[in-house]
């Protein structure tokens, strides 16, 4: 069971999202604007129940 989440989401050096909120979604804009059509890193570090906080990792393409 999910007990914290701590996503992160960037290009480069620049942090395009990065919460505490497990509800949280990113709707493919940064501070307002529409971000680029590039595709983005994801870190999403978990807590479990069980104390294991296991790291995901991947990569959103944006295409409109």
């Known amino acids: 069971k999910l007990v914290r989440t ?4 960037f290009t480069g050096t620049d942090v395009i999202l990065q919460t505490n909120e497990p509800e949280a979604r990113w709707d493919g ?7 680029q059509e590039v595709v983005y ?6 807590e479990l129940t069980d104390g294991k906080e296991p790291l995901l990792k ?3 393409s944006i295409i409109r």
């Open 29 to 35: 804009k940064h501070r307002g604007q529409k971000v």
């Open 6 to 9: 701590n996503p992160v989401i």
């Open 58 to 60: 991947g990569d959103v």
């Open 41 to 46: 890193v994801y870190y999403l570090l978990i």
